[in-house]
């Protein structure tokens, strides 16, 4: 497929064609958005802000792509974009059915690479509070050839994105051997002379869910082996453009694509071994305080019903070796509940085993990691409890050296 | 009296003999109908492994978990081996249908043409039951998976009652298929499902109606009681 042909796939032709009147684009920032009408002229804004510092003598241009939002934000950003007469040019990507975030940032990259940008920066429309000077700061290792992928690094709470810190990044880690922090962190930036090469043809046809692309796009630097760097940012606050999934659909949106990615890499990932640091800019912040404490006892109580009603389901998925290092779970009491970080990835790897071998409706498969998770989350906050505030990153890595432990047994079963 | 036994003995030889002259004859065709059956049957067996298999089908059942599926029941076979057998023992049953009518026997005469004539109809019928099973197994597994997730509890019943629901409705639209008491099925499937509605009706507008509020109560207050997920998983 060429990349004409590629370009028209996600989006008309002539929706690129203002920005692309204005001649070659040194720098482009891709906002993907849904559902944002009344924050997306201030989230504009902030990233209008973030290319003119960073510009120079470069040229910049602000694209935004509309993920079919419902409630006026197309509206909301073709005035921003008419109001904007000085200032980096400004152009909006009418996307092609189906509409999705996923296909949005596969549309910006696109568009970005039609415009020969030699930098590209990726941001979440859902992102607040998200400054100018970050965004910029995300940019430089890219702008001065030091990185061709950078991605955020997040301030957080001992207990925010327990998916992420117990699943989506340990997995990735032990997977490509970079101890990256934020898998999907909702801005990226990137060089423009690298999409060419992880865009693979035929890739907009794919089954992407709203997080699929940001985690390709993730796992696709870390497998070509790009020069990565991960940028300290504040809190990552985050304001949905619409009604949040439940906790089921939350990790099929993620896990899926994860497991979906072991087998678009799977030339790349079994030969690699151990992981290494990501190059940082800024110096890590410490694990806050949660404002609030999980409540630990339904997340045990959703563990032991599924452990006593899906076990039919678990019995396709897990070998009785490891079922039967979870029957004993069921009769621990909520405030001592354990499910230790080499059990969870023995269970994460069964899962994505079946996964790969098709064992059940991939669906079916990936809500059925439901109680599985939340008890995991559970022994984490139970764990998390009684560690002090400074050594809960010792916790994350214990979790994380036990992802690479499993990994040499996930190879042996992965065919 | 000599005469008499040498001339029975010669009249049964002879008696024998025809028979075998009528019968032989037979013998062989059924023979040689069975033997081209299965020769047949086997060569259609292998051209339609080929075949499916040039076609990907294992593949594509294993993407689409129906070989997962199989597997579960105990069927280890690939299924394009499956589809080979099945077409193997049908083209043998034609053959020995032929042999049976080659035999002329007073009981099996037209007895092939019935069966023949049968043969789609049960194939429909067989096809109507795998879907239906397949179907029936993804249901239930989908509805078990959602009541856990949503932490209520009754689920392998709920699921088990789902999934014998379907089997029952595939079964009956295999037993119409096949003509058999088409009447009497239509008539109890609808005296079963009309019944179990009116009497869930009946049940939760009348006589249970009390309970019906306080599960529902019940029910709602724990989904408000329930920690709201205010965690950020990502």
Redesign the interface.
């Known amino acids: 497929m060429s990349d004409a042909a590629a370009v028209v796939d996600l989006f008309p032709d002539a929706s690129l064609a203002g920005l692309a009147a204005a001649g070659p684009v040194d720098v482009v920032a891709g906002v993907h958005i849904v559902n944002q009408a009344r924050r997306a002229a201030d989230v504009l804004d902030t990233v209008d802000a973030a290319l003119e510092a960073c510009s120079g003598s470069r040229r910049t241009g602000v694209l935004v792509a509309d993920a079919e939002s419902q409630d006026g934000t197309a509206e909301a950003v073709r005035a921003w974009r008419d109001s904007g007469a000085s200032g980096p040019p400004r152009g909006c990507l009418d996307l092609l059915a189906p509409k999705h975030r996923g296909r949005a940032i596969l549309a910006l990259l696109r568009a970005a690479q039609r415009l020969e940008a030699q930098a590209v920066l990726l941001v979440d429309g859902d992102l607040t509070g998200v400054r100018a000077d970050r965004l910029q700061a995300l940019l430089e290792p890219v702008l001065g050839g030091e990185a061709e992928y950078v991605s955020p690094a997040y301030t957080r709470t001992v207990?925010?994105?327990?998916?992420?810190t117990n699943l989506?990044a340990p997995l990735t880690r032990a997977l490509y051997g970079a101890r990256i922090q934020q898998v999907?962190g909702g801005c990226a930036a990137l060089a423009g002379a690298t999409i060419g090469s992880w865009l693979e043809p035929g890739i907009e046809t794919g089954d992407w869910h709203p997080?699929g692309a940001e985690l390709w796009l993730t796992t696709a630097a870390l497998a070509s082996g790009a020069r990565l760097v991960e940028v300290q940012l504040d809190r990552k606050l985050?304001t949905p453009g619409g009604p949040q999934p439940?906790?089921?659909t939350?990790l099929v949106r993620?896990v899926g694509p994860l497991f979906a990615l072991m087998e678009r890499y799977q030339a790349v990932w079994p030969d690699r071994t151990g992981s290494a640091a990501v190059a940082r800019r800024g110096d890590p912040s410490a694990v806050q305080a949660d404002a609030?404490t999980?409540?630990i006892e339904?997340m045990v109580?959703?563990f032991d019903?599924?452990l006593k009603?899906?076990l039919?389901?678990w019995e396709?998925i897990m070998p009785e070796s490891t079922l039967a290092r979870l029957y004993p779970l069921a009769l621990v009491d909520p405030d001592e509940f354990r499910l230790p970080p080499p059990l969870w990835a023995r269970v994460v790897s069964d899962f994505a085993v079946a996964y790969h071998?098709?064992?059940?409706?991939r669906?079916?498969l990936l809500?059925?990691l439901?109680?599985l998770y939340l008890g995991r989350?559970a022994a984490f906050v139970v764990e998390a409890r009684a560690t002090p505030l400074a050594r809960i990153p010792e916790s994350f890595d214990k979790i994380d050296r036990a992802f690479e432990a499993e990994k040499e047994h996930l190879v042996a079963r992965w065919r | 009296m000599q005469d008499s036994w040498a001339d029975i003995l010669v009249k049964s030889f002879r008696e024998v003999a025809s028979r075998l002259a009528v019968f032989a004859p037979r013998l062989l065709a059924v023979l040689t109908l069975v033997l081209a059956g299965w020769l047949v049957a086997a060569g259609a067996r292998r051209l339609a492994i080929r075949i499916l298999g040039a076609a990907d089908i294992d593949g594509r059942c294993?993407?689409?978990?129906i070989?997962?599926?199989l597997g579960?029941t105990g069927i280890r076979r690939p299924p394009s081996e499956l589809v080979g057998q099945l077409v193997f023992w049908l083209i043998l049953l034609v053959g020995m249908l032929m042999a049976i009518e080659a035999l002329e026997v007073p009981a099996a005469v037209g007895l092939a043409p019935v069966i023949i004539r049968f043969l789609p109809n049960l194939l429909v019928a067989i096809f109507v039951m795998v879907i239906g099973w397949l179907l029936a197994n993804?249901l239930a597994?989908?509805l078990?998976?959602?009541?856990?997730?949503a932490?209520l509890?009754g689920?392998?019943a709920l699921a088990g009652a789902l999934r014998w629901l379907v089997i029952l409705f595939a079964a009956s639209v295999a037993l119409t298929q096949l003509g058999i008491a088409r009447e009497m099925i239509l008539l109890v499937f609808g005296i079963v499902f009309g019944g179990t509605t009116l009497a869930l009706a009946l049940a939760f507008g009348f006589g249970g109606r009390h309970l019906a509020r306080n599960a529902l109560e019940s029910w709602l207050q724990k989904r408000e009681d329930?920690?709201p997920?205010?965690?950020?998983?990502?």
């Open positions: 207990s925010e994105g327990t998916l992420t989506l999907m997080h985050v439940d906790l089921a939350i993620t609030r999980p409540a339904p109580r959703a019903l599924g009603d899906l039919p389901v396709q071998e098709r064992r059940l409706p669906d079916h809500r059925a439901t109680p989350v | 294993a993407r689409w978990g070989t997962a599926t579960r993804f597994q989908a078990l998976i959602f009541i856990v997730n932490q509890r689920g392998p329930r920690e997920d205010d965690m950020s998983h990502l």
